[in-house]
């Protein structure tokens, strides 16, 4: 199994923007990755993933604002996210499913490997 490591979570206003960064020390090939968010009471939600070749798909609540992106020398995945608002506040997780393509967003029981998580909270 491999390990994530993400990081860049904070604290910011509506409006702003943070970048997420996830690492993964064990995978070295291109897999499908993904980032998910879990608000308090609710369920984890997947917010985008991106494919071996770089492609990314993305939840509706997230299209125009969020960019997920990968740099494979680095084995990182990120997560611009842009145009914040309070709904996005959540505990941010990267995940991995072991293969190439991703085929869209999948259920989070589909991943076999999880970061532990990065918190983000959007205020007014």
């Known amino acids: 199994q491999g390990q994530l490591e993400e990081s860049g979570g904070d604290s910011v206003q509506v409006g702003g923007s943070l970048r997420l960064s996830c690492v993964t020390s064990?995978?070295?090939?291109?897999?499908?990755m993904a980032w998910f968010r879990q608000a308090p009471g609710k369920e984890r939600e997947a917010v985008a993933v991106i494919d071996a070749d770089g492609t990314g798909s993305y939840g509706e609540s997230v299209k125009g604002r969020f960019t997920i992106s990968r740099e494979f020398a680095k084995n990182t995945e990120y997560l611009q996210m842009d145009s914040l608002k309070v709904e996005d506040t959540g505990i941010y997780y990267c995940?991995?499913?072991?293969?190439?393509?991703?085929?869209?967003?999948?259920?989070?029981?589909?991943?076999?490997?999880w970061g532990q998580g990065t918190q983000v909270t959007v205020s007014t």
């Open positions: 064990v995978y070295q090939s291109a897999v499908c």
């Open positions: 995940a991995v499913i072991n293969q190439r393509w991703c085929f869209g967003l999948r259920p989070a029981s589909d991943f076999t490997d």
